[in-house]
């Protein structure tokens, strides 16, 4: 400690916090930016990319592709045109209780797909894929060709599709079976007759594009589009919302690939004992994502056998994992994902005991107070240990101020006398932090908070609070708690402290209700706290005990 620091320690320690809280905060933007990458390695498409027709008006290319009207073809170079289809398409009605889509003979694609229990943010039936130019969700195709093949469709029973496509001497056959409790799609899809001019199948996820969100540091928010490929014993994520160039990348070795926004999903989980390839292209001027899982033959076969789930719907950790455990991932909750999902379950169990999401948060956030509050225990007495030496401490400064080596030997003896430990009150803020963010994640991407009403004004607690009422509260009471702590500082720096407030309250606007109900009642709780620990007086320090 320098002897400046000595006299001075609980502002100090109070500046450190706030540091603290400053670094853990851009480490987290941080680590957010690697786990969101704007990939290094993209090669930007080339002229005909992505949205563009080979060969048009460079003025009308993209609005001629995304007008056409029959389904489109990706070249080897990504660009997108529309194939010469003969054949008529064919389309199959499904629906259940959570979906409703048509099947398409042409690739056995998906169209008009509809999420029947959910709604979108302008509450209209919750649309997935994208099939407005012809790119039909989880079509196949011939990678040479890239038009989706004509398959003869039939119809098993309720919830089986079977498909025979035959070009030449390659026949395909694919089989689509619809899993109603789970919302999984089982595919399984035999190619035959395989020649050296065959350059593998493909199977689309084409999804909808969103519109790019506020990611200020003031203002964040949870809205993103990502982009989610396990391949060779890893996991990465690039961040589409954020893309600011063409991209055109392709992945080996593929488990597992998707494209999700913040509580929906578009994925498929490979099963083939052949092992795929993905490459994504996406464009920031196109309103749709391509995703391409790509399966090449090898060794000479005549034949190949491929097998793959397929989902769309919502991102239910529980509905995920029950699919296949890969899933899984397509939920995103950051370096503290063990304790998120632990956090979840008990959300789900509170869920179950009220029947009313937003006072689980209550209950959740109250019940994350008492596990920890051990550590509030030792932070407390902490600080006042300190704040009741501070006088003696002042005392010392101003005997010895002459001799700053003497003044710092002095001050080690009263804390080790007394037996304060100058960052004891930082460790325990450490300990916390991992089980407050984790649950901050869990609060900002829980599809059971979507479009939940909690009570009043809060009609909806994935979103904000239209009327601002939640963060002004949390200003309000972080304010209060902030007066509440006895503090030593000079009046530059109380002022200073002053605007936290406001600026947490500026940060809380535009995230979800959920999260400012949770920080809110977690502040309310620390006062509560605070007034019961300031009453104790078993820290007491006497300057009667000490010789200065």
């Given at each position: ?9 609980l502002d ?10 400053g670094i ?7 680590y ?8 290094k ?10 949205g ?8 009308k ?10 389904p ?9 045109e529309a194939?010469?289809l003969s ?13 409703s889509f ?5 690739g ?11 709604n ?6 919750m ?10 969700l989880?079509?196949?195709?011939i ?12 119809q ?6 079977e ?10 056959r694919?089989?689509?079976?619809v ?5 999984a799609?089982?595919?399984k899809m035999t ?9 593998g199948a493909?199977?689309?996820i084409?999804?909808r594009?969103l519109?790019?969100?506020?990611h ?15 391949h060779?014993?890893k996991e990465?994520r ?12 392709t ?16 994925a498929l989980?490979d ?6 390839e993905v490459r ?9 994502i ?16 491929l097998?793959?789930i ?7 950790v529980?509905?995920?994992?029950s699919i296949?455990?890969?899933l899984?991932?397509?939920?995103n909750y950051?370096?503290?994902t063990a ?5 979840l379950?008990?959300l ?5 005991l009220v029947g009313?999401?937003?006072l689980s948060?209550i209950?959740?956030t109250?019940?994350?107070?008492v596990?920890?509050l ?8 902490s ?6 030496l501070q ?7 101003e005997?010895y101020?002459d001799d700053p ?8 003896g009263?804390w ?8 004891g009150?930082c460790l325990p803020?450490?300990?916390?932090l991992?089980?407050?963010f ?11 908070l979507?479009?939940?009403p ?10 904000k ?8 509260l949390m200003?309000?009471?972080m ?5 509440m702590?006895?503090?030593?500082m000079?009046?530059?720096q109380?002022?200073v402290?002053?605007f ?7 940060m809380?606007?535009?995230?979800p ?17 605070q ?13 009667k005990e000490?010789?200065?």
């Amino acid at each position: 400690m320098d002897q400046q620091d000595s006299g001075n320690f609980l502002d100090r320690r109070t500046l450190m916090a706030v540091a603290l809280v400053g670094i853990v905060w851009f480490g987290w933007q941080a680590y957010l930016g690697k786990k969101y990458p704007q990939s290094k390695n993209a090669t930007p498409v080339v002229t005909e990319g992505v949205g563009e027709q080979k060969g048009s008006d460079p003025q009308k290319t993209s609005a001629g592709a995304l007008a056409a009207t029959e389904p489109m073809k990706v070249q080897n170079s990504g660009s997108v045109e529309a194939p010469n289809l003969s054949q008529p398409e064919k389309l199959i009605s499904y629906e259940n209780d959570s979906i409703s889509f048509e099947l398409s003979s042409r690739g056995m694609g998906l169209k008009n797909v509809i999420l029947k229990k959910h709604n979108d943010r302008n509450h209209q039936p919750m649309k997935m894929g994208y099939d407005e130019n012809g790119f039909s969700l989880f079509s196949a195709s011939i990678a040479n060709d890239g038009s989706p093949m004509d398959f003869v469709l039939t119809q098993k029973n309720q919830n089986l599709f079977e498909g025979v496509y035959k070009k030449g001497g390659l026949t395909v056959r694919r089989e689509l079976l619809v899993q109603p409790e789970t919302g999984a799609l089982e595919n399984k899809m035999t190619v035959e007759g395989i020649d050296s001019s065959f350059a593998g199948a493909v199977v689309t996820i084409p999804e909808r594009k969103l519109e790019a969100g506020s990611h200020g540091f003031l203002m964040p928010s949870f809205e993103h589009q990502e982009y989610l490929v396990l391949h060779s014993g890893k996991e990465e994520r690039v961040n589409i919302t954020s893309l600011s160039e063409k991209l055109d990348e392709t992945f080996s070795s593929v488990s597992t690939a998707g494209v999700s926004s913040q509580y929906f999903s578009s994925a498929l989980v490979d099963k083939s004992e052949l092992v795929p390839e993905v490459r994504l292209l996406a464009d920031p001027t196109a309103p749709y994502i391509i995703s391409q899982v790509i399966y090449k033959p090898s060794g000479g076969s005549s034949r190949i056998d491929l097998n793959w789930i397929s989902y769309t719907g919502p991102k239910s950790v529980a509905q995920l994992e029950s699919i296949d455990k890969n899933l899984g991932h397509v939920v995103n909750y950051g370096f503290f994902t063990a304790i998120a999902r632990f956090l979840l379950v008990l959300l789900q169990w509170f869920h179950g005991l009220v029947g009313n999401w937003g006072l689980s948060i209550i209950l959740l956030t109250l019940m994350v107070r008492v596990v920890v509050l051990p550590l509030n225990v030792t932070t407390f007495r902490s600080t006042k240990k300190m704040q009741k030496l501070q006088p003696i401490i002042q005392s010392v400064r101003e005997r010895y101020k002459d001799d700053p080596q003497t003044m710092n030997r002095e001050v080690m003896g009263l804390w080790k006398e007394h037996k304060v430990n100058p960052l004891g009150g930082c460790l325990p803020m450490l300990l916390q932090l991992p089980v407050f963010f984790a649950l901050y994640q869990v609060l900002g991407q829980s599809i059971e908070l979507y479009q939940v009403p909690f009570f009043g004004w809060i009609n909806d607690l994935s979103l904000k609070d239209p009327y601002y009422i939640l963060p002004v509260l949390m200003g309000v009471a972080m304010y209060l708690q902030q007066k509440m702590t006895p503090t030593a500082m000079d009046p530059t720096q109380a002022k200073v402290m002053q605007f936290l407030p406001v600026v947490f309250a500026l940060m809380m606007v535009s995230l979800p209700a959920g999260l400012t109900l949770y920080i809110f009642v977690n502040t309310l709780a620390g006062i509560i706290l605070q007034r019961v620990f300031m009453r104790d007086r078993t820290t007491s320090i006497s300057t009667k005990e000490v010789k200065v």
